[in-house]
């Protein structure tokens, strides 16, 4: 076989969060495994990610999942042509237990290191199902700590032509889930009780920000929410959580829609992506593959697996950058405001 064909074996390790994860990837698209250790329930008693119990459950779960990972592809380590591993953004403890693990697999076993950025890994989680989609092309990146707007105009070259000005997309989930009683992770709970609500029942603001068509605020939603439950409460009226969830959810995916196709519009792209963990929700993927057949796009979207933290993201992600030419070296550290684009 000759050098140009052979396949590119990368490990991917993430720990940025709350989950433990490690996947086997085959030049960036083909996944051979994709374990992932949720510490969701452990969080659940505290209504969010308690930073010091994250950074001590991967400790304690990192060299098993990483283990499961290799086993499952049945692949020896030997066999691995880099490690690819989360850097930033993220929680500094959480960041540094999968970033010294992949720093001492990568010395140990001589094996090259690629840092990779968490949201390009988000980006990335498209290419695992899509193995026809291609840069250039503009992504929404939607999770619990990020709202991007993404000109991706090819594998590792990124250009953000809009963010949120305060509450992430899934912060604002989590926080309406938890003010109406739904618990923690809200996105998934409010995405179920919405389907049984009425989204014009109540009318929430949507957000536009004067000169900053691409910008999200999403501060201003969770507080009409939060008054609207308190003044139902202090009068003693039933409310309907249900219509509330509805109500909240409609106002994000017009939001989210209306800048997201106006942006298309305005870079004349046809090709649109969505990523991160909200962008498993079924309102917002079933809006988007309407306004994008309205108007003629391709509309690309991860399987729900692929869209919550995962290492089957950074594998893929990790693939594109080694292919660049990217390595780091020993000194790689955690960077938990890594900007996209200043790498
Ligand atoms: O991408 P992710 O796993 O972690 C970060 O990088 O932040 O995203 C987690 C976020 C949480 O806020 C969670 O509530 C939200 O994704 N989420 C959802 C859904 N599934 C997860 N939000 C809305 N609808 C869903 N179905
Ligand atoms: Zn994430």
Wanted: with cysteine.
């Amino acid at each position: 076989m000759s050098k140009e064909s052979k396949d590119i074996k990368i490990l991917g390790i993430e720990s940025s969060c709350d989950e433990t994860a490690a996947a086997v990837v085959v030049n960036g698209r083909d996944v051979r495994s994709n374990v992932i250790s949720s510490q969701i329930a452990l969080h659940t008693l505290y209504g969010g990610v308690v930073p010091e119990i994250a950074s001590r459950k991967h400790i304690e779960k990192i060299n098993q999942v990483i283990l499961q990972a290799l086993q499952e592809a049945n692949t020896e380590l030997e066999e691995i042509d880099a490690i690819g591993v989360t850097y930033g953004p993220g929680l500094v403890g959480a960041l540094l237990v999968g970033v010294a693990e992949a720093k001492a697999i990568a010395f140990a076993a001589d094996k090259p290191l690629v840092g990779v950025h968490h949201i390009e890994g988000h980006i990335s989680a498209n290419y695992i199902e899509h193995k026809e989609l291609e840069p250039p092309y503009l992504c929404l990146v939607i999770s619990g700590g990020h709202t991007h707007l993404v000109v991706v105009k090819d594998y590792s070259h990124y250009e953000v032509i809009g963010k949120t000005r305060d509450d992430a997309a899934g912060e604002a989930y989590d926080k309406v889930a938890r003010t109406i009683g739904l618990g923690y992770p809200g996105g998934p709970k409010i995405d179920k009780l919405a389907r049984e609500g009425n989204p014009q029942a109540l009318s929430f603001p949507r957000a536009m920000i004067d000169g900053a068509p691409y910008d999200f605020s999403f501060s201003g939603l969770k507080s009409a929410v939060l008054n609207y439950v308190n003044i139902c409460q202090m009068k003693q009226e039933p409310m309907n959580e249900a219509d509330i969830a509805a109500s909240f959810q409609a106002a994000v995916v017009d939001v989210l829609v209306s800048k997201a196709m106006a942006a298309m519009e305005e870079f004349d792209f046809h090709k649109f992506a969505i990523a991160g963990g909200v962008a498993a929700n079924s309102a917002i993927r079933q809006a988007f593959t309407q306004q994008c057949e309205k108007r003629g796009y391709q509309f690309y979207y991860p399987s729900p697996i692929y869209c919550t933290d995962n290492a089957a993201m950074i594998g893929a992600a990790a693939y594109y950058e080694y292919m660049s030419g990217v390595r780091h070296g020993w000194d790689l550290n955690a960077i938990p405001n890594l900007k996209l684009e200043s790498r």
